[in-house]
């Protein structure tokens, strides 16, 4: 009986320490914590052991503290004397250690703290006499703490809007969730914030549960250069309609004509005053022409060139009918065909000109310098048509003749279009032809030419080459007969026709044009207007001198009238043998007007 006592005994002592020790550790903790006990009870009669283990209580939560107890608890019995008094006595004994462990990954910093420490405790008890309890426990407790231990702790939130409007600092906890604000500037689209002043990563947009730390964040803007475009070089692009949206009751460029537009000027500040037009729209057209793919810069570099001319009417076609000049039905915009402006930019590299130089205002005016020409500048459309209204101007000033057609009736004057957008050219061929008399002429510009053909220094070559231009061929013919040389006289051996729109054209053949040159070079005349010959001059040329002048029908019809006269003065007796036998005209041969000159100049003597 007494014994069975002494175990109730001590299994109440037992229970009631580890109850006590059980309420110290769960007290204090307040996230997931795992106990185990073991107990070990020995007596001085016999030797009882027990062992309790493993208790576990787990539970999880959203905080980031984990706490892990272990307790170990001994009691020891120990029969004394007889005693009716119960004492208890206790000693503690506590060992804490810890570390503190801080790991960074991008721009977020988690800081992890473990602790551990370790209680011993004795407790002595003095029950009845015969008996006498001592119990020995330890309790270990590590703590591992990530961030912060409460959810009441605020993090802070610093925002750098990089020029644009303020955004108020703020604060968060563990358990937040809510959008950022966003800042504002005038130009620029806002992009989001970042964790850095140079943009890395993804944009930042609003805080979620679980995120922590101080945060200094950055704004990212871009340049809103729609704003900019239509607002600032409005006056100067030419914007087409298809480029445009509404967007409320704001009109905004498309973004990707925005796009096409920047990849030409690049990123620029909002200062008209700091881009230099000029010299990016003389990069375009000397070596950048994929430019032209932004509708924007095509539409604005059509309209730039179209002034260029100034009050000369482009071409809307090519020579060969392409159009090279046009107006969109849709936006109402006038464009130069991308071809052209090809053809065009290769003609400005070719003779070394640049936009300012303005190459078309040159043309247009007669001032391009013709020593400069090469054929293949008359690739481009608006440099033919160029030429060719400078050309078609001195017919109006009466300076030159154009016939519609050559003798072979291939057209000389080509026509397209109608009305408004009538374009008129001169063949490619006479062009070249006309050019070429100019430079054996000695004229260098178009525009000073006044018609006279100057024959000093021109050798036979040069004068053919003069009359391979049917244009020059049938000017210089007019001139001879405005001379009045043939007075009334039309000898059908020297004459032929051009076909033209207006009736036929008549000219002089190119044989008797030549041999009427020498014989005005001969006879000391430098011009075709100034051509006058009379028996007088002709008697002090040498004989071989008087052949050649004589070799032209032209002269010999201007002088046989004379000659007639002279013969009857001096009684030379004339017959149809005298006349020149080629032609149904009055026209005496050579031999019988230098036997005359011979005659009468024995007869003065």
């Known amino acids: 009986m007494l014994m069975k006592r002494k175990v109730f005994i001590v299994f109440v002592i037992m229970f009631f320490v580890i109850f006590l020790s059980g309420c110290d550790m769960f007290g204090n903790f307040n996230s997931t914590t795992t106990t185990s006990s073991s107990t070990t009870i020995t007596t001085t009669s016999d030797s009882l052991t027990t062992t309790e283990s493993d208790v576990t209580d787990s539970s999880s939560s959203d905080l980031t503290t984990t706490t892990e107890v272990t307790t170990d608890t001994s009691a020891e019995v120990t029969t004394t004397t007889d005693q009716t008094t119960s004492t208890t006595t206790e000693t503690q004994q506590t060992t804490t250690t810890g570390s503190t462990v801080t790991t960074t990954s991008g721009s977020t910093t988690n800081q992890q703290t473990t602790t551990e420490s370790t209680t011993t405790q004795q407790t002595t008890t003095t029950l009845e006499p015969t008996t006498t309890v001592t119990f020995t426990y330890q309790v270990t407790t590590t703590s591992i703490t990530t961030g912060q231990t409460t959810a009441e702790e605020e993090f802070l939130i610093t925002f750098n809007s990089e020029e644009g409007s303020e955004v ?3 604060y968060y906890t563990v358990s937040s969730s809510f959008v950022l604000p966003e800042s504002e500037r005038e130009y ?11 943009y890395s990563g993804n944009p930042i947009t609003e805080i979620i549960p679980g995120m922590m730390g101080d945060m200094v964040l950055y704004a990212k803007w871009e340049q809103d250069y729609s704003y900019f475009i239509l607002n600032f070089l409005g006056d100067f692009l030419v914007i087409p309609e298809h480029c445009l949206y509404v967007e409320g009751e704001e009109v905004r460029i498309i973004q990707e004509h925005v796009d096409d537009f920047m990849e030409v000027f690049g990123e620029f500040y909002f200062d008209s005053s700091s881009i230099d037009f000029y010299t990016i729209f003389q990069n375009i057209f000397t070596s950048g022409l994929e430019a032209l793919e932004s509708d924007i810069i095509y539409a604005t570099f059509s309209k730039y060139l179209i002034d260029m001319s100034n009050e000369y009417e482009l071409p809307y076609y090519s020579v060969d009918g392409d159009v090279v000049r046009y107006v969109d039905q849709v936006d109402m915009v006038e464009y130069i065909a991308v071809e052209e402006i090809i053809r065009l930019s290769e003609v400005y590299s070719i003779l070394g000109y640049d936009l300012n130089d303005n190459l ?4 247009y005016n007669g ?26 101007k001195l017919q109006d000033y009466n300076v030159l003749l154009i016939p519609s057609y050559d003798m072979d009736m291939n057209p000389i004057i080509i026509t397209h279009g109608e009305g408004d957008t009538l374009t008129e050219y001169l063949a490619l061929s006479e062009i070249e ?13 178009l525009e000073t030419f006044s018609g006279d053909v100057y024959l000093d220094g021109l050798s036979d070559e040069d004068f053919n080459k003069i009359l391979d231009s049917v244009v020059m061929h049938v000017s210089i ?9 043939l007075g009334d006289n039309e000898p059908d051996s020297i004459i032929e026709t051009y076909p033209s729109n207006n009736g036929e054209i008549k000219v002089i053949t190119k044989e008797e044009i030549l041999r009427f040159a020498r014989a005005c070079v001969t006879n000391g005349i430098h011009g075709f207007y100034y051509a006058d010959f009379n028996v007088y001059d002709m008697m002090n040329l040498s004989t071989s001198d008087q052949q050649v002048v004589l070799s032209s029908v032209i002269v010999r019809y201007s002088i046989t009238s004379q000659l007639e006269d002279l013969a009857e003065i001096i009684s030379y007796p004339l017959s149809a043998d005298n006349y020149d036998e080629l032609s149904t005209d009055n026209c005496l041969n050579i031999s019988t007007i230098i036997e005359i000159l011979e005659a009468y100049s024995e007869f003065l003597q």
Not at 435 to 444: C, W
Request: no cysteine.
């Open 168 to 170: 108020d600092s703020m």
């Open 188 to 198: 620029y689209f806002f992009r989001g914030w970042y964790l850095d002043s140079n």
């Open 360 to 363: 078309i205002d040159d043309l």
């Open 367 to 392: 001032n391009f310098n013709l020593e400069m020409y090469l054929g293949n500048i008359l690739s481009s459309a608006i440099v033919h048509h160029a030429f060719s209204q400078i050309i078609l």
């Open 433 to 445: 032809a006309i050019i070429e008399a100019m430079r054996m002429l000695g004229v260098t510009q």
């Open 477 to 485: 013919s007019q001139q001879i007969f405005d001379s009045y040389v």
